[in-house]
């Protein structure tokens, strides 16, 4: 038997130490046991087993490394490992510190790429052990800030690691009469909203940078249109022009209106102060065909002279005068224009413009024209029929003469002036149909070697003109009237006649008709002529006398049943209503009311009908009200809506029984 056997038997019962006298029970597993003093030999012992070194093994040791600390101690370890043993990591009791790390254990390796043991945990120790400590470096953070520059509202300061992607914060600060531009960095880097910073490498500072807001006002120098001020910075657009002025194009702004000051163009920038700027224009040069052949310039909205014109001539929308002479040809009497036509635009004609055309057979005058100058239309021979403009005022010196085929013309009421020899030799001249109610002053001799019987017609109620039969200008005066007589048809009342001589309105209507309204006036009593409201217009000049029937229409009165049933009856004029014509299931009729909720006219049930213009009635409905007693009972009464039955369990009465209801507590009324 070998010794191993024979331990394993000497063993195998409980037995003393012979080292210590103690009584040992052998544990179970227990495969080798060093009994010093009884072998002196070394044997193999449990592999879990941590203790101190046997004499003779070999023992290992474990060190501790800071690894390069900045600051603080090692922890140390005086233990003799046997083989095997476990070995318990010590933490970082010394406090290590490594600037710009933090302590993340320990490790075999130096680098960190051995094993790492966290303070606590347990490794085998099978040689001299050196654990390092382990740091992780901690990256470096950096922050951005930014600096409202004297405004407000600057974002908040932000804090990144280093090489982190940044992006400029979107919040705007605001600074009153600034406008915010960009932010810039100490380096002068400028940076957008949003925009972005790159990777950061150190502390940023971002400032608010600001150009200062300017106001713009703008003045169309001449133009017409409306252009609201702005405010503006050196870097922003002055907004588009949006000024006209006829007969121009608009080439830029100054700051002064003579354009000798700073230009600038149509939506430049660079405004460095509050300006006023002026619209700058330039005059557009129209060259405009005649009909046949020639042509006419036009030069700032003025038509300033032709050049051989044949046919007709259609001055051109904006043109606002007509320079002196401007169509004038020599020889008299060689012209070639046959018409003209004018814009609405056209206010004044100058001395001579059409003198001599004497192929323009109508002339059309629009109502913007004011002046007419000297001799402008004169010598034109064949002209037959001349309409002049509401608002012309003046009429120059030989302004129509020799006129000889124009037989009558109208002077509008606006004409204060007609000058000497207006309408001299227009041979054929007869009739001077004058509207104003005051006499224009006139020059010497405007109607000289006209028609020796031409007649100065005037309105009814005009001064200075003269009477029947006076001379004004060497004409003879024909004061003209006419007579509205005014029929009541069918209706009643009394109107005086109406005379006049003008464009005047007709007196307001006096007659009534019972049952009708009025609804104008007519030249026919049927209402099939010419038709007039009250008060219109009407032309007394005409001198032709009229009689004006009176028009009726009749009052309509509608019956609205206002959530009720039936229809109404007959309702003419002077019958009565009936409150009995519409009916509503649970309410009871209380009359008429012009508005259906009540708020307008209450009338009774039995209204007659003298309403003088249409009006709607709606009928005024009040709910019906039961009232249950218990006469001498008790309970309360249920819900009795319309069409619903009533319950005699609602109420009670010791020592009697419900035999019903009745209008009466005595039971003499209805049952």
Known sequence: MDTRRQLAKLFSQPFRSPLRGLFVRPRRGLTWLLVAGIIGTLLPVNPGMAGPAVAGQPTYTVTYDSNSATSGSVPTDPTAYANKARVTVASNSGSLVLTGSTFAGWNTESGGSGDTYEAGSEFRISENTTLYAKWTAVPLTYTVTYDANGGIGAPSTSTHNEGESVTVSATLPTKTGYLFVEWQDASS????????????????????????????????????????????TSSAALPSNTFT?????????????????????????????????????????????????????????????????????????????????????????????????????????????????????????????????????????????????NSLQSIGEKGFWSATSLTAVTIPAAVATIGANAFSKSSDLALINFLGNTAPALGESPFDEIDPAAVASVPYTSTGYGSDGD???????????STVTFDANEGSGDMANQVDGALVGLNANAFARDGYVFAGWNTVAGGTGVAYADGALYDFSAEVDVTLYAQWAAVVVTFNANEGSGSAGSFAYGEAASGSWFTRDGYVFTGWNTVAGGSGVGYASGVVNNFAADVTLYAQWAAVVVTFDANEGSGSAGSFAYGEAASGSWFTRDGYVFTGWNTVAGGSGVG
């Open 245 to 389: 002025r006829a007969g121009y194009v608009f080439t830029g702004w100054n700051m002064v209106a003579n354009g000798t000051g700073v230009a600038y163009a149509d939506g430049a920038s660079g405004i460095t102060s509050d300006v006023t700027l002026y619209a700058q224009w330039a005059a557009v040069v129209l060259t405009v065909n005649c009909g046949v052949s020639g042509d006419f310039t036009v030069i700032n909205n003025v038509v300033t002279e032709s050049d051989s014109c044949v046919g007709a001539v259609v001055i051109p929308s904006g043109v606002t005068s007509v320079a002196d002479r401007a169509f004038v040809t020599t020889p008299w009497g060689s012209s070639g224009v046959t018409s003209l036509s004018f814009p609405a635009s056209l206010e004044t004609i100058g001395q001579s413009s059409f003198e001599g055309l004497h192929l323009v057979r109508s002339l059309t005058l629009p109502d913007g024209v004011t002046t007419i100058g000297q001799s402008a239309f004169g010598r034109l021979s064949a002209l037959e029929s001349l309409t002049l403009g």
């Open 471 to 481: 001379s004004f200008g060497a004409l003879t005066v024909n004061v003209r009237n």
């Open 189 to 232: 880097a400028t940076y957008a909203p949003s925009g972005s910073l790159g990777s950061i490498a150190g502390n940023v500072a971002l400032t608010a940078q600001w150009d200062a807001l300017r106001t713009v006002s703008f003045d169309a120098n001449s133009g017409s249109g409306v252009m609201s001020g702005s405010t503006a």
